[in-house]
């Protein structure tokens, strides 16, 4: 069984950090880019961030450039996204995803809530 599961949301103060985590199971982690997607209230769900399988390649959205880092840990079978100068628009819940580039099997885990307030 495939699960994704997130974990590192919570509430911090514009300009604080979080580390968000998405641990993967029942497949190989290894095949699969990974993706973090956020969908706040009344808004679609859009990309925040991608990284290839072995890590060479990053995306970001240009609302989080130079603020977000997407990295994996193969090993760990982990993806994380370090959150640093969060601000109140990046209040979300966030999605881990997985894709894979031959199938296109498509995973999704439950999400992490982030909440950016004073």
């Known amino acids: 069984q495939v699960r994704l599961v997130e974990s590192g949301g919570g509430l911090v103060q514009p300009g604080g950090s979080l580390r968000l985590s998405c641990a993967a199971s029942?497949?190989?982690?290894?095949?699969?880019?990974m993706g973090w997607y956020r969908q706040a209230p009344g808004k679609e769900r859009e990309l925040v961030a991608r990284?290839?399988?072995?890590?060479?390649?990053?995306n970001y959205a240009d609302s989080v450039k130079g603020r977000f880092t997407i990295s994996r840990d193969n090993a760990k079978n982990t993806v994380f996204l370090q959150m640093n100068s969060l601000k109140p628009e990046d209040t979300a819940v966030y999605f881990c995803?997985?894709?894979?580039?031959?199938?296109?099997?498509?995973?999704w885990g439950q999400g992490t809530r982030v909440t950016v307030s004073s």
């Open positions: 995803n997985a894709v894979n580039w031959i199938t296109t099997y498509n995973y």
């Open positions: 029942g497949f190989t982690f290894s095949n699969y880019n």
């Open positions: 990284i290839s399988s072995v890590g060479g390649s990053t």
